[in-house]
């Protein structure tokens, strides 16, 4: 799974892409200056619900969290959930790989 999203205002707008390995679980948060987040190998977790939280901004500091919610049974063989939180508010979702 890949996808892209916006936070801030146009002058401060900060572009963040989030990457899902669909075979190792391997995931990559960044932005087109640093990397906010990496993860080791996690395809093979038992957990259904994975949370990625972090602070994006240098003077207008925004709260994002990254949602990541999959079927109980065999959750790979099933398209997975994304939800974008953005300072607790939802601006959008993401399904599938």
Known sequence: MQFMFSVGEDN???DIHFRRDPWFGNVTIETKDE????TGNMGFSFDQVNEYKFL???T????????HSRFCFAGGLFPQTYQVFVDE???CK???F
Not at 35 to 38: D, E, F, H, S
């Open 12 to 14: 401060n707008k900060l």
């Open 35 to 38: 990397t906010l987040l990496a």
């Open 56 to 58: 994006v901004g240098n």
């Open 60 to 67: 207008d500091k925004h709260k994002i969290r990254i949602r």
């Open 89 to 91: 508010k939802e601006v």
């Open 94 to 96: 993401h399904c599938g």
